[in-house]
């Protein structure tokens, strides 16, 4: 077998077989193939596609990379979720919790944030003392006294994936659904919990831009996962406004214990309680509508919130969250009505305040971010704060309290 002859085979729409997509993926992860040959690849699979039998293929070789998790310690049904990534998006914080308090277990691997999108662990580390490097036998024996533990994602899984991630990164190759779909496919294979719920977002602040491109990477998943030999579902969600109020790390994670509580019912409570039944549901354990009861009971009995604390407690952590140095309200200049909100910019001005990374090394401020006091269709009077701002690193608000209005679309009223 050649590259040459591969990356031929792709650019004239030929479909490859499993041992020549084994074989690039092989030598390209052992740093035989170099780079800007993977590149040429990579971009040719962008411009034409692949097949479903090649994405499927693709994936199952990028999960052979590296190691495949045994959850056979785990002492029941295991179910995993991923959420294609969004502004305020902290739905695993409360997922985990809430589907562990309904009788299945939730072994979860997950990311830092990386531009206008937020990541779970970042969210983790502003608890102080969380520990989300712990050795393997202590994720599985917390998953069974408690139901849930959420750790980052282990550097031995999908070498290949990490590689051509940032290959793509560099090269304008991460939009491409067969790659999309192998990315985060080959993760959840590797991460090899019995169940897979997928949460693909669309809209102005995710990945997927158009409902129907959503649609399309939602079914090619969820098509793969299946033939993988998973029990997989993936739903397709509205990212065009935030979830809930909060965006920034520590304010995620007090928005999300503040659900668990059961103190607050948004967008983001309606969302968690969505997907925690489709995962029951997955799991065997009743009709989608009996499991979003059982979710919701287990907020209100603060079952869910026990288990938290719990889970909180034994990977180290003390839930007293830090507070931003700074803050600046940002205020209604005459009667108005929200008609729209540009997540990705909402996003973007969280980033700017200290709360996200342009690069992956870069430090985070865990207070920095933003609470919104509004949402879609809300009337607002002159001088009423719209949000407020939070950094720890930045006194001048101008520019971001700038961005920020530009963000929202409003109607005078
Ligand atoms: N998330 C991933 O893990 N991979 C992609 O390619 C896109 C989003």
């Known amino acids: 077998m050649n590259i040459i002859d591969i990356i031929n085979r792709t650019k004239n729409k030929k479909e490859l077989s499993e041992e020549e997509i084994r074989w690039l993926i092989e030598n390209y992860t052992s740093g035989i193939i170099p780079d800007y040959q993977m590149s040429s690849w990579l971009m040719a699979v962008c411009l034409n596609g692949l097949t479903e039998r090649e994405t499927l293929c693709l994936t199952l070789a990028m999960r052979d990379s590296g190691e495949i998790l045994d959850l056979s310690g785990i002492n029941g049904v295991t179910v995993d979720k991923h959420s294609t990534g969004g502004v305020g998006d902290k739905t695993s914080l409360i997922i985990a919790p809430v589907a562990s308090a309904c009788g299945v277990y939730v072994p979860k691997m997950s990311g830092r944030g990386l531009g206008h999108t937020g990541g779970t662990i970042d969210k983790l580390e502003s608890i102080s003392g969380y520990r989300t490097e712990i050795p393997f036998s202590e994720f599985i024996d917390i998953v069974n006294r408690t139901g849930f533990s959420i750790i980052s994602q282990s550097g031995r899984l999908c070498p290949a994936d990490k590689k051509i991630y940032s290959l793509r990164n560099a090269t304008g190759t991460v939009e491409s659904i067969p790659l999309i779909c192998a990315s985060i496919m080959s993760k959840k294979l590797a991460l090899n919990a019995d169940c897979i719920l997928l949460d693909v977002k669309y809209g102005s602040g995710a990945f997927m831009k158009t409902y129907e491109d959503a649609v399309k990477l939602a079914g090619l998943m969820e098509s793969i996962g299946g033939k993988a030999g998973k029990k997989c579902r993936a739903v ?18 007090s928005e999300a214990v503040e659900i668990l509580q059961g103190k607050c019912r948004n967008n983001l409570y309606d969302l968690s309680m969505q997907l925690t039944a489709e995962m029951l549901n997955l799991a065997g354990k009743g009709s989608v509508e009996e499991c979003r009861h059982m979710a919701e009971n287990a907020i209100t009995t603060g079952k869910a919130y026990d288990i938290f604390k719990e889970t909180v407690s034994l990977h180290g952590g003390n839930l007293k969250l830090p507070e931003a140095k700074y803050k600046y309200e940002v205020r209604a200049v005459h009667d108005m009505k929200i008609t729209g909100i540009d997540s990705q910019e909402i996003g973007m001005v969280s980033l700017l305040l200290g709360a996200g990374r342009i690069s992956k090394d870069d430090p985070i401020d865990f207070t920095a971010g933003i609470v919104m006091n509004c949402t879609l269709g809300d009337c607002i009077s002159v001088d009423d ?12 608000f101008s520019e971001t309290a700038y961005r920020a209005v530009k963000a929202l679309k409003f109607c005078r009223i």
Not at 385 to 396: N, P, Q
């Open 236 to 253: 397709v969600t509205d990212m065009n406004i935030p979830l809930g109020n909060n965006i920034g790390n520590a304010l995620e994670l």
């Open 385 to 396: 704060t719209i949000m407020t701002l939070y950094s720890s690193e930045i006194s001048d």
